[in-house]
């Protein structure tokens, strides 16, 4: 997808992870439903896993709910044992992928340069990719948080983004699923680092380039985090699950 010229609205993603049987696509369809009947200033994303995805695509298909893979893999085709290419997202129903969650990186080694490998094959594939950046809580004891995060900038942003679509998500790692959601001034000095660095990067685009949010965003801080500077959109996880939350985040944005 190319690059609007326009300043993109807020982006509120959902990231199921390895949560959601079958049921779950009737969270999805009670997203759908009430979008459909009062349309939200945000788009709106789910990100379910690999195996409901071409259902929930099907199940949302027409409305304003967007859908994605959380992962890709870096190559187009070929021998890789339970991985999923970017193409099979798109023929899925797929329209955007989530590339390097703390996550991923975590359980599956994955470096920045594998990340932006796999930018690379989403954007052949016509995927909108949001890239996930966060620093451990070791690094923000020691204060080092924006160095470290700016350098998973630096290494998993392709130069081959300049021009498409595509979104960064600041997710602080010891925010994630544990409750403990970043301070307002924690959040406004990592995404002006990161806007300052995608600036230097991308020039005019990198100054519009959605950032994210992302660790234990709640219908009750919401509000707040999408209000603060830079902040353009929440990937939210634990409360992306229940319709009812999801929608209440949906409405701060
Ligand atoms: P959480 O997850 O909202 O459950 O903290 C966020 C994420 O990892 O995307």
């Not at 004891?141 to 021009?163: C, D, F, K, M, W």
């Amino acid at each position: 997808m190319t690059l609007s010229s326009t300043t993109p609205r807020p982006l509120v993603a959902g990231n199921w992870k390895m949560n959601g049987l079958s049921a779950a696509l009737d969270e999805a369809r009670a997203v759908a439903a009430a979008l459909d009947q009062k349309p939200a200033a945000a788009r709106v994303a789910i990100f379910p896993s690999a195996l409901l995805l071409h259902r929930l695509a099907e199940t949302v298909e027409g409305g304003a709910v967007l859908v994605g893979a959380q992962d890709c893999h870096g190559k187009a085709s070929g021998a890789h044992t339970g991985d999923v290419s970017a193409e099979m997202v798109v023929d899925a129903g797929g329209t955007m992928v989530i590339v390097g969650h703390s996550e991923r990186r975590t359980d599956h080694a994955e470096t920045c340069a594998q990340v932006a490998g796999k930018v690379e094959a989403a954007l052949a594939a016509g995927l909108e990719p949001i890239v996930c950046v966060g620093e451990p809580l070791e690094k923000r004891e020691a204060g080092q948080a924006v160095t470290y995060v700016v350098e998973q900038i630096r290494n998993s942003l392709p130069a081959s983004l300049t021009g498409q679509a595509f979104n960064v998500a600041y997710e602080p790692i010891w925010a994630i699923g544990t409750g403990h959601v970043a301070s307002i001034d924690n959040i406004v000095e990592m995404h002006a680092a990161i806007r300052a660095e995608l600036v230097a990067k991308f020039g005019e685009q990198g100054k519009v380039t959605p950032i994210l949010y992302g660790g234990s965003v709640k219908p009750d801080n919401a509000r707040e985090i999408l209000a603060a500077a830079e902040v353009g959109g929440a990937l939210v996880g634990g409360a992306s699950l229940k319709a009812k939350d999801f929608l209440a985040i949906i409405e701060a944005a």
